[in-house]
């Protein structure tokens, strides 16, 4: 789970995932821990941009959950392909994030909703796009929610 924070998403057990959910903030993974004892997730603080050598195409499936589009514009792509370079070979990213329109301006802060474009950049490093689906979730905010695939 990338940037798990306060670990509210990372338990993928019932799923049949052994998981590690990381987050570049050491207080933010003690506090996950604090807040789930027992909880099968190996939290971890790690840096997006700098992650362990052996998590390269180390995942079958990254869940990419509103952690990149609350990250500055300026590091967004690099972001985007450190997501990509954490998944295995047969392995699914998922990608949920806020969104807006190509014309829509950004907001002044974070997060930052992404655009079609954004999403797409994620098809990138061997993944391919599965399923796009741009849909507004019942507080009427519109999201994106995409599946990408690296061929084995």
């Known amino acids: 789970m990338v940037g798990c924070g306060y670990g509210r ?5 019932p799923l049949g995932y052994r998981t590690i959910g990381f987050d570049i903030s050491p207080t933010a993974v003690e506090t996950a821990r604090q807040r789930h004892p027992g909880s099968p997730v190996d939290y971890r603080s790690a840096d997006l941009l700098d992650p ?8 079958d499936l990254v869940v990419e959950s509103m952690t990149v589009q609350a990250l500055p514009p ?11 370079d954490l ?18 301006d ?7 909703p992404f655009t079609r474009a954004e999403v797409d ?23 994106w929610r995409a599946e990408f695939h690296r061929p084995a």
């Open 9 to 13: 998403d990372a338990d993928l057990a």
């Open 52 to 59: 362990p050598p052996a998590w390269r195409h180390g995942f």
């Open 74 to 84: 300026e590091i967004r792509a690099a972001a985007i392909r450190a997501v990509g």
């Open 87 to 104: 998944v295995a070979p047969d392995g699914t990213l998922l990608v949920i994030a806020a969104g807006r329109a190509e014309d829509e």
């Open 106 to 112: 950004p907001p002044a802060g974070p997060p930052w």
């Open 121 to 143: 950049a994620f098809a990138a490093g061997g993944l391919t796009a599965v399923r796009v689906e741009d849909f507004e979730d019942p507080a009427g905010v519109r999201r």
